[in-house]
């Protein structure tokens, strides 16, 4: 079945870029919408944005200005960048697909980032 | 910004009914979603589309939406139901909103 892992560093300095990727196998990126939510320690899920096997994305209005989402369906890949990260950037991000009916069928298992020096 | 808003915590006894609701500014006019969420895992979808159950959820989980408030039924709830359930709104203007999450402990 599908299936989606997250990969990347687990420490990013203050300023600095955090940059994850999640890679779906068993089937195809070429379909559905592929997003990022994130998670701080002890708190709710935040939607952060998504990515469309075209490429086309859309992102949360609130870090809008700091992220990117693109895809490699090359590599059955999607990834995320996020800008200027500060310590309320700590998170377990996860990647997730909404399997077209507007919720998420499907998540990764999560990735713990922390942003420290 | 488009706010969901949920009860912190709900308590029950097992085999009685749980309720949680879910607020927002015409929610029934949004596709509204529940997950739950076991520590250290990731989030399961249990309820889609207001009311739809996917495969391998159990039928004791329900689900409406209708004027600002979503609500998910666990009815006969088990001691495998405690976990914290998060609802999610979407339309095409705000997308997907996550509620603030509510906390179902089975005593």
């Known amino acids: 079945q599908v299936q989606l892992q997250e990969s990347g560093p687990g420490l990013v300095k203050p300023s600095e870029t955090l940059s994850l990727t999640c890679t779906v196998s068993?089937?195809?990126?070429?379909?559905?919408?592929w997003s990022w939510i994130r998670q701080p320690p002890g708190k709710g899920l935040e939607w952060i944005g998504y990515v469309y096997y075209s490429g086309s994305t859309k992102y949360n209005p609130s870090l809008k200005s700091r992220v990117t989402i693109s895809v490699d369906t090359s590599k059955n890949q999607f990834s995320l960048k996020l800008r200027s990260v500060t310590a309320a950037d700590t998170a377990v991000y996860y990647c997730?697909?909404?399997?077209?009916?507007?919720?998420?069928?499907?998540w990764g298992q999560g990735t713990m980032v922390t942003v420290s020096s | 910004s488009y706010e969901v808003t949920q009860p912190t915590s709900v308590s029950v006894s097992p085999g009685q009914t749980a309720g949680i609701t879910c607020s927002g500014d015409k929610l029934g006019d949004k596709y509204a979603c529940w997950y739950q969420q076991k520590p250290g895992r990731s989030p399961v979808l249990v309820i889609y589309?207001?009311?739809k159950r996917p495969s391998g959820i159990p039928e004791r989980f329900s689900g409406s939406n209708s004027g600002n408030t979503a609500t998910l039924t666990i009815s006969g709830t088990q001691a495998m139901d405690e976990a914290d359930y998060y609802c999610q709104a979407w339309d095409s203007s705000t997308d997907y909103v996550f509620g603030t999450g509510t906390k179902v402990t089975v005593l």
């Open positions: 589309q207001d009311n």
């Open positions: 997730a697909r909404d399997g077209s009916d507007y919720a998420f069928d499907l």
């Open positions: 068993g089937g195809s990126i070429s379909s559905f919408y």
